[in-house]
């Protein structure tokens, strides 16, 4: 074993799950010649963070020549050729720090805008709002070496204080990012964030034979390759461990000795990939350790005789695989499982057939991938496989998913694959209007309204009420889920200010999950706000005398000569001198008497009316255009006047 880093995240597929799960293998090995720098889980994280900024290719010398630069340190490392603009960032952000008399002030690690070995973080956001503004470019500088720049600063900024930090800030990533690295791992596609590449992602050998690949280095440092290999493996790589140039590639010869005859080998073979500033600790700073590249060959050969192969016996779980309803470009995921019966391994390779779709277009005809789409299943064993579907445009597609056991043409499994693309549709009740009856001004009138979503795909929808009528309409709740063909009914309040006509359009967003498309649909709500007039008849009415313990009766009328619904409530209230017409007065006088240091004012021989009188009914809703008649029911407890 080399005396090195070892970075490997593997994946651990579970069928029916929504997402696979990761785990991260982590390992420094030194001896006596060679000793590493440590490798934490921090360098890990800022590997990650670099891919995702596109910065697949940088290398640690032209990391550490740039913080640097930033530090205010001159350089003794070379120049990078890629990354020469950051240096007049830096050179702009020390510009910035002169003293008002014109002197340069001290340039502090303070300054430096990244943490280094326990030394404080400088934040970053004045140069970054330099560049994104783009006073920090030159005319000779083109629009690719701004981006660079920019992403090289975001990528600074996020460097760790420390690890317990960086730690805690180590982000989950989400479902479709994992499956998305899971299906990279088959891909052979050279991309500008690509550091290091094989020819071919798998090779077939057959006993005797030698296969060769290529590995190409991208970067422009120097980089070591060593394949690890189990000790007992029947496939040697020639040779083991080599340095490759910067820009160059390096040819690997693959040969396959086998165990036994009549037997099927298929194995992953791990080629670490690490720059040779790698080797030693003192050779790189902390902030220098870049994990290396694992790079996985597919290696799959037989030693049998001829084409004489055995047929196989297996059995896929699902009789077919289905996808949920998918809207265009977004990719859905399924698993499934082969399962090996026989006493022998079974070797099985995948090949999809696109039998079409009701979708035109090229792309429509091939939305689906398989991983792995070859494999050895040990004895009484499975293995699990996993199809990813993402159409390009609507429609309903079919495949076949064909599976040849052994290599054996009179041993094929096939597995039926159906997906539909559809887009979402937000159905509102009614052609999109509600119409509120007039309602009283300051009162609230609520009604139900029912939304569906009339496709087969999951949707999020938002009510965006103007913010002007915010204070007039609510709606409850105001966002939600709506999975296919799901109805919800939402409250929809109406509390008008004004004595007018509403008419409100309020917006509903809505989009399919993980999507980006954003769609709307438009409510149109009619509403009127009235001040309601309610009369009362007789005005004035008097029940006469009755006895202690008994009652007198009388009604009164309640009209409601408006449109709107209004609510009343019966009730006391103390009648004012100004109010009281003659009769009472006269029934009733005032008399003021001399209590402590002031006067009371009182009607004599009076009784509180609320221990005397009840209404029915004494409250409810009163429709436009309505009357009502109330009983009013007088029964003194004790002989007085009730005014």
């Given at each position: 074993m080399?005396?090195?880093?070892?970075?490997?995240?593997?994946?651990?597929?579970?069928?029916?799950?929504t997402?696979?799960?990761?785990?991260?293998?982590?390992a420094?090995a030194?001896?006596?010649?060679?000793?590493?720098?440590?490798?934490?889980?921090?360098?890990?994280?800022?590997?990650?963070?670099?891919?995702?900024?596109?910065?697949?290719?940088?290398?640690?010398?032209?990391?550490?020549?740039?913080?640097?630069?930033?530090?205010?340190?001159?350089?003794?490392?070379?120049?990078?050729?890629?990354?020469?603009?950051?240096?007049?960032?830096?050179?702009a952000?020390?510009?910035?720090?002169?003293?008002?008399?014109?002197?340069?002030?001290?340039?502090?690690?303070?300054?430096?805008?990244?943490?280094?070995?326990?030394?404080?973080?400088?934040?970053?956001?004045?140069?970054?709002?330099?560049?994104?503004?783009?006073?920090?470019?030159?005319?000779?500088?083109?629009s690719?070496?701004?981006?660079?720049?920019?992403?090289?600063?975001?990528?600074?900024?996020?460097?760790?204080?420390?690890?317990?930090?960086?730690?805690?800030?180590?982000?989950?990533?989400?479902?479709?990012?994992?499956?998305?690295q899971?299906?990279?791992?088959?891909?052979?596609?050279?991309?500008?964030?690509?550091?290091?590449?094989?020819?071919?992602?798998?090779?077939?050998?057959?006993?005797?034979?030698?296969?060769?690949?290529q590995?190409?280095?991208?970067?422009?440092?120097?980089?070591?390759?060593?394949?690890?290999?189990?000790?007992?493996?029947?496939?040697?790589?020639?040779?083991?461990?080599?340095?490759?140039?910067?820009?160059?590639?390096?040819?690997?010869?693959?040969?396959?000795?086998?165990?036994a005859?009549?037997?099927?080998?298929?194995?992953?073979?791990?080629?670490?990939?690490?720059?040779?500033?790698?080797?030693?600790?003192?050779?790189?700073?902390?902030?220098?350790?870049?994990?290396?590249v694992?790079?996985?060959?597919?290696?799959?050969?037989?030693?049998?005789?001829?084409?004489?192969?055995f047929?196989?016996?297996?059995?896929?779980?699902?009789?077919?695989?289905?996808?949920?309803?998918?809207?265009?470009?977004?990719?859905?995921?399924?698993?499934?499982?082969?399962?090996?019966?026989?006493?022998?391994?079974?070797?099985?390779?995948?090949?999809l057939?696109?039998?079409?779709?009701?979708?035109?277009?090229?792309?429509?005809?091939?939305?689906?991938?398989?991983?792995?789409?070859?494999?050895?299943?040990?004895?009484?064993?499975?293995s699990?496989?996993?199809?990813?579907?993402?159409?390009?445009a609507?429609?309903?597609?079919?495949?076949?998913?064909?599976?040849?056991?052994?290599?054996?043409?009179?041993?094929?499994?096939?597995?039926?694959?159906?997906?539909?693309?559809?887009?979402?549709?937000?159905?509102?009740?009614?052609?999109?209007?509600?119409?509120?009856?007039?309602?009283?001004?300051?009162?609230?009138?609520?009604?139900?309204?029912?939304?569906?979503?009339?496709?087969?795909i999951?949707?999020?929808?938002?009510?965006?009420?103007?913010?002007?009528?915010?204070?007039?309409?609510?709606?409850?709740?105001?966002?939600?889920?709506?999975?296919?063909?799901?109805?919800v009914?939402?409250?929809?309040?109406?509390?008008p200010?004004q004595?007018?006509?509403?008419?409100?359009?309020?917006?509903?967003?809505?989009?399919?999950?993980?999507?980006?498309?954003?769609?709307?649909?438009?409510l149109?709500?009619?509403?009127?706000?009235?001040?309601g007039?309610?009369?009362?008849?007789?005005?004035?009415?008097?029940?006469?005398?009755?006895?202690?313990d008994?009652?007198?009766?009388?009604?009164?009328?309640?009209?409601?000569?408006?449109?709107?619904?209004?609510?009343?409530?019966?009730?006391?209230?103390?009648?004012?001198?100004?109010?009281?017409?003659?009769?009472?007065?006269?029934?009733?006088?005032?008399?003021?008497?001399?209590?402590?240091?002031?006067?009371?004012?009182?009607?004599?021989?009076?009784?509180?009316?609320?221990?005397?009188?009840?209404?029915?009914?004494?409250?409810?809703?009163?429709?436009?255009?309505?009357?009502?008649?109330?009983?009013?029911?007088?029964?003194?407890?004790?002989?007085?006047?009730?005014?």
């Amino acid at each position: 074993m080399e005396a090195m880093h070892f970075y490997r995240r593997v994946y651990c597929l579970i069928q029916h799950h929504t997402a696979p799960l990761q785990l991260d293998l982590i390992a420094t090995a030194f001896d006596a010649k060679k000793h590493p720098a440590p490798m934490l889980p921090l360098h890990v994280d800022m590997h990650l963070r670099r891919l995702d900024a596109g910065l697949g290719r940088l290398t640690p010398e032209e990391a550490a020549d740039h913080l640097d630069v930033l530090r205010g340190a001159p350089s003794t490392r070379r120049k990078s050729r890629a990354f020469t603009p950051i240096a007049a960032a830096a050179a702009a952000a020390r510009a910035a720090s002169l003293d008002g008399d014109g002197s340069r002030a001290e340039f502090t690690p303070a300054m430096a805008g990244a943490t280094v070995q326990g030394q404080s973080a400088v934040d970053f956001s004045d140069v970054a709002s330099a560049v994104s503004n783009g006073s920090l470019v030159s005319p000779q500088e083109d629009s690719a070496l701004l981006v660079q720049r920019e992403r090289f600063l975001q990528t600074l900024q996020s460097y760790p204080h420390h690890q317990q930090q960086q730690q805690q800030q180590q982000s989950t990533p989400t479902p479709g990012a994992l499956w998305r690295q899971l299906f990279a791992e088959a891909q052979t596609a050279v991309t500008p964030n690509t550091a290091f590449s094989l020819s071919q992602t798998s090779v077939s050998c057959s006993q005797g034979e030698q296969c060769s690949v290529q590995l190409r280095n991208h970067t422009s440092s120097k980089v070591t390759a060593v394949w690890c290999l189990p000790a007992d493996s029947v496939f040697q790589l020639h040779p083991a461990a080599c340095d490759i140039k910067p820009f160059s590639s390096a040819s690997f010869r693959v040969t396959f000795r086998p165990h036994a005859m009549n037997r099927f080998y298929n194995s992953n073979l791990e080629c670490y990939v690490y720059f040779k500033t790698m080797r030693s600790f003192r050779l790189v700073g902390e902030e220098g350790v870049f994990p290396p590249v694992c790079l996985c060959l597919k290696a799959d050969a037989h030693s049998f005789s001829g084409l004489n192969f055995f047929s196989g016996s297996g059995k896929v779980a699902d009789a077919a695989v289905g996808f949920p309803a998918s809207h265009p470009n977004h990719t859905t995921y399924q698993t499934t499982m082969l399962v090996n019966y026989t006493p022998t391994p079974l070797h099985w390779r995948l090949e999809l057939l696109h039998s079409g779709s009701n979708a035109g277009g090229d792309l429509a005809a091939q939305p689906f991938r398989a991983f792995p789409t070859e494999g050895l299943v040990n004895p009484s064993s499975h293995s699990l496989i996993s199809f990813a579907f993402q159409p390009a445009a609507v429609g309903k597609f079919h495949g076949t998913a064909r599976i040849v056991l052994n290599r054996s043409s009179a041993s094929v499994l096939t597995v039926p694959i159906v997906g539909e693309c559809a887009t979402p549709r937000l159905l509102l009740t009614d052609d999109g209007s509600v119409v509120f009856k007039p309602t009283q001004v300051g009162a609230t009138t609520r009604r139900s309204y029912s939304i569906s979503n009339s496709s087969r795909i999951a949707i999020t929808y938002e009510w965006l009420v103007p913010h002007n009528a915010r204070h007039v309409l609510q709606i409850e709740p105001p966002s939600g889920l709506l999975r296919g063909n799901e109805s919800v009914t939402v409250s929809i309040s109406f509390t008008p200010d004004q004595e007018r006509q509403y008419l409100l359009r309020v917006p509903c967003e809505f989009s399919e999950v993980e999507g980006d498309t954003v769609s709307k649909a438009v409510l149109l709500v009619t509403g009127e706000g009235l001040k309601g007039g309610l009369t009362l008849e007789p005005c004035e009415m008097d029940i006469g005398t009755a006895r202690v313990d008994d009652s007198g009766i009388g009604q009164v009328t309640l009209f409601n000569a408006s449109t709107a619904d209004l609510y009343f409530r019966m009730g006391f209230c103390d009648v004012s001198d100004e109010e009281a017409s003659e009769s009472y007065m006269t029934q009733f006088p005032v008399e003021r008497k001399a209590v402590g240091g002031g006067t009371r004012t009182q009607r004599p021989g009076s009784a509180p009316a609320a221990a005397c009188l009840t209404f029915t009914p004494a409250g409810g809703l009163l429709a436009g255009r309505t009357h009502v008649v109330v009983t009013v029911r007088f029964t003194p407890m004790y002989s007085a006047l009730i005014p």
